[in-house]
């Protein structure tokens, strides 16, 4: 225990003396924080929209002022002529624009199909879509209400639970928990090996009494706290951002350590095949990347290719995304975070067994 | 006289954030056709100021003037060759030249036969292709030295060639350097080994960026002449006898010399043994004094014999056991053997040498035998315990300081402490006790919350040292621990060494430090991968004498070069 207690008490200094260290250790969570909760939004906001209304009746007015009341609009501008719809757009003055033809006002009363041309600036790609899904929410829920003798099918309503206001920052702030601990977790267990290593304090450590699972544990122990405390952050700033957090909180720290625990594990894998911090950093960066691509946080895991799919499995933040996803917006119960746990345990000690191997191993 | 190629008056060398200037109101001047030298332990300012002739520094104050001209004029005939010289370790030898040649300038038509001239003159012309990251550590220094001579230059500034070069190697570049000297070049050689200063003629010795001496070598020593006597034919252990020896006032420096003592006095030597209550049969010879002699008495005189360390160290107490066994120790790094095959016993209260040129296997053996490296074949021993199957016993036992400062620097004094005394497993009564203990011991007390990375190079030694034996162990190992230091810190470290060996610490020492090897009861040799002799330094140096009678009273490095010349010898003949 006495060795066990040094060891650990000496990675925390080391830890919190160096001064850039220090810096490493809390400028980038809280930069992270701060811009990817408001930088990395899929909600369109602060653009225009503008329109050509041909058939000046009621139902145009309707949909227009629904759009104005949105909020995701600064403006929703009168276009005179299609020459002028044209210009705008080309200019990129609108993101897109509606065009109600003269027919509009009276095949909606007459209860026939009524059509909204929508034209998208298609070099905003991303934006416009969004827009467009909007645009045709709203239509569809006028179309709804004014006509609802309508015989085609029955109305689709869509509600969406857990986030019923579709607010990105909702997915945003469980998501960048699990992106910004990983973050830090790697890059500080990354370097603590390579570091003694290139630095010559490893060889003291390996003839010194301490035995390797000591060493390993007194590592872990330090960027592991840093982890977790880096997790908690999100919880503690979810009410600012107004992101409910329905959960567990007890449940969110067991999923958040066995987490750390994994990255922290990939962590003194890589640090302990490195002989010097530079590629400490290189092989962290490495790992990190794919890490977040992989996880789900880009891009959902459904619509990778078949063959990419499986490896996904091998990535720890695969299961604390759909954990923290879950603790914060739906009150996940602990038998399905169980299921997510038990393959954070199995990585945790592939990782953490091969790098205690390695330790040793890569003295030769 | 020579023409002047570099002067420098009053430098001054101010670093932001430093506590202390590096160069503290320097002069020196640099002439043709003599090596000067530039001397000094690590940190003195050496580096500082060969950076600022070779304009990558500016000083803070002072004036200096280089071939002629502000430094950095005349780039063309300033050859420069830094500590870590570029080399390009992915390009092979005549690559790099090549890539020097370009990078200077030197015309085409003249590449053929200036690298012919360069490769014989370092006599690397058989690895013409070899990989820069494949040659030891002396070919490494010799490349570097004609990729810094692709133009013949008239300055020719070299930041410690010889260190990490093996003795042979040390010669010949010395040899090298003295023929460019012959063809009108100014050289300007730094080194941290004092006795390259005796063969420089103008020496300028400088010690925490003060100008200590500065002048012909003969003229520090001088100062000395008729001041150092050699004990020999005493009875009794002599590491108790140079205890007492430096325990005495009158007596300021001593270092033992195999089963001699070697003596510098505040006074004239006494020419009888009398006189300082020595037997009837011990002889006392007064000898021609050494640089270092010089430097020690300028710096003070060294410390005094009785170590606080090793007296409140535990006895060990033995036994018939060996300390440290080694039974036909072997490691293959693939098909390259590394050690082949190393055997000795090393009894309790001994110092074993393990002497070696870089890379001949020696840090290998070291490794081995302390748990780093795991042998291919073979098996090792630390105080009785196997280190295959009793590795934390073993490691336990043994107390480890490696050449480079390996303490966390960015920790500070104290904390560096509690952690040694934590990893090695002391309760939290002993710990307090061997950390107040170390404080006193080695004057830590004021520097205890400063970062030990911050540190001079004599406290960083010092705490080594403590951390090393905090928990009191059987066994030492030492990993060229005195590289660098000053002559002072190195007597107060030996000091400590010799007291503890005293109270029954077995120390396994790598060196090719001709001085540590000295203080050895036992060397092995190892050249080679393979151990080529073994013995006592008084057998390994008479032993050189027979092999070449010319040798007049050889010394510890006449006596390597001996050994691994006839080595080499023995090999061809074989061949």
Known sequence: MQRLKAIIVKEAWALLRDPRGRITLFVPPLIQLLLFSFAATLEVKNTDVGYLDLSSGVESVEILSRLEASGNFDEVRRLGSYDELQDAIDQQQIIAALVFDQQFDRSVLSSKPAAIGVVLDGRRINAAQIVSRYISEIASSVGMEAGPARTTGPPSITRSWFNPNLDFIWFNIPALACIIVSVSALSVTAQSVARERELGTFDQLMVSPLRVHEILIGKIIPPFLVAVLAGLVFVVAAPIYGVPFTGSILLFVLGLSFYALALGGFGMFVSSLSKTQQQAFLGSFVITVPIVLLSGFAAPIANMPDWLQPITYLIPARYFLEMSLGIFLKDMPLFDVLGLLWPLVLLSIATLGTSAWLFRARME | ?575
């Not at chain 2, 040694?420 to 830590?444: M, N, T």
């Open chain 2, 1 to 575: 006289m020579g023409e002047t190629v570099a002067s420098a008056r009053d430098l001054v060398m101010r670093f932001d954030g430093a506590e202390d200037d590096a160069l503290k109101g320097v002069a020196l001047t640099v002439e043709t056709g003599q090596i000067t030298g530039l001397v000094g332990p690590d940190g003195a300012g050496k580096t500082t100021l060969i950076r600022i002739l070779a304009n990558l520094l500016s000083p803070t104050e002072g004036s200096v003037e280089v071939l002629g001209g502000e430094p950095g004029t005349n780039r063309f005939d300033l050859g420069y060759m830094p500590q870590r010289f570029g080399l390009y370790e992915d390009l092979s030898v005549i690559e790099n030249l090549t890539l020097y040649a370009r990078m200077r300038g030197l015309p085409k038509s003249e590449w053929d036969a200036v690298f012919a001239r360069l490769l014989d003159f370092t006599d690397l012309a058989r690895f013409k292709s070899r990989l820069g990251g494949k040659l030891s550590g002396g070919m490494k220094q010799k490349l570097g030295l004609a990729c810094a001579l692709v133009r013949t230059p008239r300055l020719l500034l070299l930041d410690e060639p010889s260190v990490g070069v093996d003795p042979v190697s040390r010669r010949e570049l010395w040899g090298m350097i003295e023929q460019l000297v012959d063809e009108g070049i100014g050289v300007l050689w730094s080194t941290a080994y004092l006795d390259e200063a005796e063969q420089c003629e103008v020496v300028y010795l400088l010690n925490h960026g003060e100008l200590l001496f500065s002048g012909n070598p003969s003229e520090l020593t001088d100062e000395v002449t008729g001041r150092v006597a050699v004990v020999t034919g005493f009875e009794g252990r002599r590491r108790r006898l140079l205890t007492r020896m430096l325990d005495r006032d009158d007596v300021i420096d001593g270092t033992l010399q195999g089963r001699s003592i070697r003596l510098l006095f505040d006074r004239p030597a006494p020419s009888e043994p009398i006189v300082l209550d020595l037997d009837a049969d011990s002889q006392m010879q007064s000898v021609p004094p050494r640089f270092e002699d010089g430097f020690i008495n300028r710096l003070g005189g060294g410390p005094d014999g009785t170590s606080e360390l090793a007296r409140r160290y535990r006895t060990i107490l033995g036994g018939d056991g060996c300390a440290i066994e080694a039974k036909g120790l072997t490691k293959r790094f693939g098909d390259f053997t590394a050690a082949d095959n190393m055997d000795f016993v090393i009894p309790f209260g001994k110092i074993y040498g393990l002497l070696g040129p870089n890379g001949a296997g020696k840090s290998t053996t070291f490794k081995m035998l302390c748990g780093l490296l795991t042998p291919t074949e073979g098996s090792g021993a630390v105080a009785g315990h196997d280190l295959r199957t009793a590795g934390p016993e073993a490691r336990r036992s043994l107390g480890y300081m490696a050449q480079k400062f390996s303490l966390y620097g960015d920790l500070s004094v104290r904390q560096n402490l509690n952690f040694f005394a934590g990893a090695y497993g002391l309760s939290r009564g002993e710990a307090r006790d061997a950390i107040d203990s170390a404080i006193e011991v080695f004057g830590l007390g004021d520097s205890l919350s400063r970062s030990a990375g911050e540190m001079p190079l004599g406290y960083k030694q010092r705490l080594s040292l403590a951390c090393a034996v905090m928990h009191q162990p059987p066994v030492l190992f030492l990993d060229e621990p005195t590289s660098g230091v000053d002559p002072v810190a190195r007597r107060e470290f030996w000091t400590h060494i010799n007291g503890l060996v005293e109270k029954g610490v077995t120390v396994l020492v790598t060196t090719h430090f001709m001085e540590e090897a000295e203080y050895c009861d036992d060397i092995s040799l190892i050249y080679r991968s393979q151990l080529i002799a073994q013995g006592t330094p008084d057998e390994l140096k008479r032993r050189a004498q027979e092999l070449s009678p010319g040798l007049q009273a050889p010394t510890m490095e006449d006596a390597f070069i001996a050994l691994v010349e006839d080595r080499d010898a023995a090999v061809e003949k074989a061949a």
